[in-house]
């Protein structure tokens, strides 16, 4: 287990990954079957729900309509993903405001890990406060992250220094909440070399204090590396009783849920809500109209035939810039060894 803030207090370089497309050199060789070919496919993962909250499980392609910057984009692929593994971050937030939730929050949060990953999945669990604590890195070892998320402590004037805990407990005179460093990090250091679905589940009350990067600099982060912000909104009215607003900002625009938890038997509805969530996606793939390789952001809209439903999507993405290969093969899929959503800008 490691702190990260040096990490931002060195500055941290842009090496994400371009949001889902897939590029590659132009048509100009062939190999036993595999063929280099220029293509930049986009993917989305969509939930849908009701005006019940029920997740609807039963649509087909023809039920979607998708845009690109108000320019309608046809649907090349679809899917329902039951068994796509997922890369999952636990976020928790350990500054004073979350004392009282602490116990509930790590027993919630084991079992939400313990029932939500399976076969191909892995997961790994940051706290912030003051600091951001790596308390265990991607696995795939339910035991591990179990007692990594059962370290986590809270930061607090008096709590004295906790074995195993690197950050700066113990400093009575630091308070703060670096929310926004917390994201950056996940996202820009760890989830953005990943490639399938890509989550973070922060348990927090969304009041970043003493962050170094922005609330847009988060966001930005998270759709750079394509990754799903859901955040189960754990506020005490004591301490101000939450930012609702940087809540609802952060899901909003990667295509994410917030879920206000008022007490501990919400907390675990609210853990089996994003699990059935994350098992309950489809997948739209689509390749843009505008094809131009500029790195700038595309505004995407997903809505279904019926009007009634609820749809979860991210709001956009970065387009590649600069040139990369992949070998694809028969069909225009990858070939063998090569990853079906990752795309590295160069």
């Known amino acids: 287990m490691r702190s990260l803030s040096s990490l931002m207090r060195a500055g941290l370089a842009w090496s994400v990954a371009a949001a889902f497309a897939i590029p590659a050199a132009p048509q100009d060789a062939q190999q036993g079957g595999v063929i280099r070919s220029q293509v930049n496919l986009v993917n989305v993962f969509v939930t849908v729900r009701d005006k019940s909250k ?22 090349a692929f679809f899917s329902k993903e039951v068994s796509l593994p997922i890369t999952l971050a636990l976020l928790l937030d350990t500054s004073g405001s979350e004392q009282e939730m602490l116990s509930a929050i790590q027993s919630a949060g084991s079992q939400f890990l313990d029932r939500v990953l399976r076969k191909g999945d892995e997961a790994l669990v940051m706290s912030f ?18 007692r990594a998320v059962r370290r986590a402590r809270i930061n607090t004037p008096g709590g004295g220094m906790i074995a195993g805990n690197p950050g700066p407990i113990g400093n009575q005179q630091m308070t703060g909440t670096a929310m926004y460093d917390a994201i950056y990090l ?5 989830l953005n070399t990943e490639a399938g679905r890509k989550a973070i589940v922060l348990v927090t009350d969304a009041q970043d204090e003493g962050s170094k990067v922005r609330l847009e600099e988060a966001v930005e982060s ?19 009783g939450g930012n609702g607003g940087v809540a ?6 990667t295509g994410g849920r917030v ?9 675990k509805e609210a853990f089996d809500e994003i699990s059935d969530e994350l098992r309950s996606q489809y997948t739209l793939g689509y390749y843009p109209s505008n094809a131009t390789r500029d790195g700038k952001f595309r505004k995407i809209k997903v809505e279904t035939a019926n009007h009634d439903l609820k749809v979860l999507a991210r709001k956009g993405y ?12 028969p069909g225009g ?7 079906l959503a990752l795309a590295r800008a160069k």
Do not use: W
């Open 259 to 267: 879920i206000v938890v008022n007490s501990e038997k919400k907390l």
């Open 54 to 75: 029920r997740i609807i499980g039963d649509l087909k392609k023809e039920d979607f309509k998708l845009a690109e910057d108000s320019q309608d984009q046809k649907i």
């Open 186 to 190: 996940a996202c820009s250091e760890k």
């Open 333 to 339: 899929v990858p070939a063998a060894g090569e990853p």
């Open 248 to 253: 609802h900002k952060l899901a909003e625009e």
């Open 318 to 329: 970065y387009a590649p810039k600069g040139d990369a290969a992949y070998l694809m093969g």
């Open 129 to 146: 406060d003051t600091d951001v604590d790596m308390l265990s890195d991607f696995t795939d070892d339910r035991a591990q992250l179990d």
């Open 222 to 240: 998270a759709q750079r590396t394509d990754a799903v912000l859901h955040i189960l909104l754990v506020a005490d009215r004591r301490f101000g």
